[in-house]
């Protein structure tokens, strides 16, 4: 079998078309994929059984692979069968593609790694480099050219979740505001542009979807003061010239404009779509999470309104960006209890329906075609809320309002219950599988400077404790019944699980903590199966794939990301660590 | 005129005590605990290792706090300069906490407190925790 062949090192990047570039593109080529099949759409929406050609698996985001040859009989026999580095400078959140026997996988500071997904054999890289000083000089005619990497506000540590994979291309969006196409066969750039100013700290920690032909990218880095706000954009894959972009906050002139009071746009800050999307091909929707206002407090945000778009699932129709609906989860939201994450698109008694949970740890379900409220489910570790069960509307409870200096006891912490590390469902046994984060604290919310650069989410002073309910322990999954939402099982750990799950047709739930432990458990009843150690913190979107008829399984490991992957353990479990490096794949498979 | 004199001597001797008191009080972040040059250094440390979280004008972003203005003081104001400078030794950077040397940080909090308005002075702020929890992070 021969996925690549060799070509020179360091090739050129002969095909570059950058429209704005931050950084001269390096890509080390050491071989390239021989035999490529371009995806085309009806790949994404129907892959094959083997394949993982979306973030999520397939557009529909349930984190599920039919593949059964690993099951519940033998799954304590796997062996590692390979393991490869990853960029260590940076945070790892890494949601790998495997096409062709081919992964794909993002790391930091915007490497991609292609690698014979069988043998782990290195086919290319693709490595970003710093601009040159005589770039730099130049003066190249923007002000963003005279800016080192990372020279601007708020970007954080390089972190790209996921991929997108389309045609002969890599798609993958940059901690500098910009997208990439990156040939999928050689690893070199073919094209990068410029979607925002990343001075303003606009930036990227999500990758993009293709949703019907449509390239679609969802901006972050809207928690400072601008004369902007956030916003998802959708793009010609072919040359990334922007097709569409809609606003994630109504503008004052806007419908629901009102709903952040008098604020002039500038103070008008948050809304972030800091999570791909998902994406229905018969409704020709994509749905797009938003997080929260900034800053989180309304007493600090200056409006007690709901403040559109924020917090909300957006429908958007992928040719246009037009808003078919949306639903605002938590109007006003108030205490940094985000609602942007991953939205699961499941058929129940034919219903078209969309689930998500927040971090408050209610699961909502939606009409997907609609926007309709369906259900939602308290899952009993929230002290911040109400949710009327008939209209899905929340109301805060006495007291839960924060004000400022004030200290407020409340469970979740601002780490929240749930976060990005996304949830599964599982077709056979009907249920959804989610990571939990057990935590409380007592918290006290402060202001911050209205003045453009500044706002932010404002400062928070924090005192993080165990959830009464929890035991001591940090972590759980939870698997409930859907559509019923009754709990099916929990598993519990002293540590925080750190990774998404991921459920296979082998009746199986993997997951990975902070404490460096990949499990496998039952999907029927929670039991513990198998266990490994890794080299350190599990964290990103484990994945499961075939090459030549065998199931793998791989888990990515690493360290930065969200900023509880360390506060909490370190101050709630002080007994645990990890090593601060080792960012890695690593694969798993029976024996031969 | 001899009580006059012990008087004189009295006074004397009371402001010399005062003087000696008020020189063995704790150090006030108000009289330059730090140098300009060691916040020079200080801001290239800030570059390399804080600048990507934090923000090229200390402002953070929605996973990091702000090290300026209204923020830092809501954070940190009536808490010792020895427990920022421990916080960020056991826990920065994120990714690796501890790779950076003392010198390192200390000379990264002698900036932070530079960018905050506390004034610079002659002598070089020292990694010495117990001496730096005697200053208090307050506004003049």
Redesign the interface.
């Known amino acids: 079998m021969s996925r690549r062949s060799a070509i020179p090192h360091g090739s050129s990047t002969s095909i570059l078309s950058l429209v704005f570039p931050f950084a001269l593109a390096a890509s080390v080529s050491q071989a390239q994929v021989e035999e490529f099949t371009p995806v085309t759409d009806a790949m994404l929406v129907n892959p094959p059984s083997g394949e993982w050609l979306s973030w999520r698996g397939t557009p529909a985001a349930w984190g599920y692979s039919p593949l059964d040859q690993i099951d519940s009989s033998n799954v304590n026999q796997l062996q590692l069968k390979w393991s490869f580095a990853l960029d260590d400078t940076g945070a790892i959140q890494a949601a790998p593609l495997v096409h062709g026997g081919v992964m794909f996988i993002p790391s930091a500071r915007g490497v991609i790694t292609a690698l014979d997904a069988a043998s782990g054999d290195l086919l290319w890289e693709y490595r970003p480099a710093p601009p040159t000083e005589e770039f730099i000089n130049s003066g190249a005619g923007t002000r963003a050219a005279v800016l080192l990497p990372g020279a601007f506000a708020g970007v954080g540590r390089g972190v790209q979740k996921n991929i997108a994979i389309y045609g002969e291309m890599i798609y993958a969006a940059t901690e500098t505001a910009s997208i990439r196409a990156i040939d999928a066969r050689s690893g070199l750039l073919a094209w990068e542009t410029q979607v925002a100013d990343p001075t303003l700290g606009y930036h990227y920690t999500a990758g993009p979807i293709v949703a019907n032909g449509t390239l679609v990218t969802g901006i972050t880095g809207c928690d400072r003061y601008k004369e902007d706000v956030c916003f998802i954009t959708g793009h010609d894959p072919q040359t990334g010239a922007e097709k569409w972009r809609t606003a994630t906050v109504a503008r004052p002139e806007d419908p629901g404009g009102d709903t952040w009071g008098d604020l002039p746009l500038r103070f008008r800050a948050g809304s972030d779509a800091w999570v791909a999307g998902s994406f229905d091909p018969e409704a020709n929707l994509i749905y797009w999470g938003t997080a929260q206002a900034k800053p989180w407090a309304r007493v600090v945000r200056g409006t007690d309104g709901d403040a559109l778009y924020t917090n909300s699932t957006l429908a958007l129709n992928p040719d246009n960006g037009n808003m078919a609906w949306y639903f605002q989860h938590i109007p006003g939201e108030t205490q940094d209890m985000d609602e942007v994450f991953e939205n699961i698109l499941i058929d129940v008694d034919g219903r078209k329906s969309l689930f998500k949970m927040g971090k408050l740890g209610i699961l909502w379900q939606l009409d997907r075609e609609t926007g309709e409220f369906i259900k939602g489910t308290d899952i009993g570790y929230q002290n911040i809320v109400n949710l009327d069960p008939i209209t899905g509307r929340i109301t805060y409870r006495d007291g839960m309002i924060p004000r400022l200096g004030e200290e407020l006891d409340m469970c979740p912490s601002t780490s929240g219950v749930k976060s990005w590390r996304a949830m599964a469902y599982s077709p056979d046994t009907s249920a959804m599988y989610i990571p939990i984060t057990l935590n409380c604290a007592r918290n006290t919310f402060g202001p911050t400077e209205r003045a453009l650069g500044g706002g932010g989410t404002g400062p928070v002073r924090r005192s993080n404790y165990h959830h009464p309910d929890s035991d001591g322990n940090l972590g759980e999954v939870l698997a409930l019944d859907i559509p019923s939402g009754e709990v099916k099982w929990r598993y519990r750990t002293r540590a925080p699980f750190n990774t998404a799950a991921l459920t296979t047709g082998g009746g199986l739930v993997f997951i990975g903590d902070w404490n460096r432990t990949m499990s496998a458990l039952d999907a029927d009843n929670g039991d513990l199966l198998w266990q490994v150690r890794l080299a350190t913190s599990n964290q990103g979107f484990p994945i499961s794939y075939s090459v030549d008829g065998k199931q793998y399984i791989a888990m990515p490991v690493g360290t930065g990301g969200a900023s509880w992957s360390g506060s909490l353990p370190r101050e709630l479990a002080p007994e645990l660590s990890r090593p601060n490096n080792g960012s890695s794949i690593n694969v798993f498979a029976l024996p031969d | 005129m001899t009580r006059i004199l012990l008087s004189t001597f009295s006074l004397l001797l009371l402001s010399a005590t005062q003087a000696l008191s008020h020189a063995q009080e704790a150090p006030s972040i108000w009289d330059g605990i730090y140098s300009a040059e060691q916040a020079s250094r200080g801001e290239a440390v800030y570059?390399e290792a804080c600048?990507?979280?934090h923000?090229?004008?200390l402002?953070?972003?929605?996973?990091?706090?702000?090290l300026v203005?209204?923020?830092?003081m809501?954070?940190w104001e009536g808490r010792s300069v020895g427990e920022f400078y421990e916080k960020i030794r056991s826990?920065m950077p994120?990714?690796?906490?501890g790779?950076l040397s003392d010198k390192d940080y200390v000379d990264v909090v002698s900036y932070i407190l530079q960018k905050n308005g506390f004034p610079s002075g002659d002598s070089t702020m020292q990694p010495d925790v117990s001496r730096l929890d005697s200053v208090e992070i307050a506004p003049q």
């Open positions: 570059r600048l990507s979280c923000g090229q004008d402002g953070g972003n929605s996973n990091s706090p702000g203005g209204m923020g830092f809501f954070l826990e994120t990714d690796r906490p790779r």
